[in-house]
């Protein structure tokens, strides 16, 4: 009787003593839409669970519409200058705290292939704090719902 029972504690303990000595994983916290949280900029960004990864994100100011089917080079200015568009895949060290863009493709043509450094922090679920490398520049996403 009691030999079970003290074997039937320690079973059912086990499984809480193991999840509290294993860090939660930061990676599938990343999975899903996120909006920009900006007064000056939209964005949106979103990571899947397979490590592909997209992010747009555009000036809050009025651009013009094409007068024509192809914008006149001024049209194709307004309407780039500002605009930030890759994609790619992710990949987290979770020790370090930092995610890396690794972009595939990218509307500037001179930055396909370059990565993109970011420490993160996750205030909560639903919002995620992106600072650059060797800036104090902070990016806050919040979950898309």
Do not use: C
Not at 18 to 28: E, F, L, S
Not at 74 to 100: C, N, P, R
Request: proline share 6%.
């Amino acid at each position: 009787g009691r030999a079970a029972a003290a074997l039937a504690v320690v079973l059912l303990a086990a499984p809480i003593m193991g999840a509290q000595t294993t860090p939660a994983r930061d990676t599938p916290r990343f999975f899903g839409t996120w909006r920009l949280v900006s007064e000056t900029q939209t964005g949106m960004m979103i990571y899947d669970s397979l490590g592909n990864m997209a992010a747009q994100v555009m000036p809050n100011r009025v651009r013009r519409k094409y007068a024509a089917a192809q914008p006149t080079p001024d049209e194709a200015k307004d309407a780039i200058t500002g605009y930030l568009a890759y994609f790619g895949t992710y990949s987290v060290d979770e020790q370090a705290h930092i995610i890396t863009h690794h972009r595939k493709g990218n509307i500037n043509p001179g930055q396909v292939g370059d990565d993109v450094v970011r420490a993160y922090v996750f205030e909560s679920n639903d919002r995620l704090v992106l600072t650059p490398a060797g800036s104090t520049n902070t990016i806050v996403w919040e979950r898309a719902r």
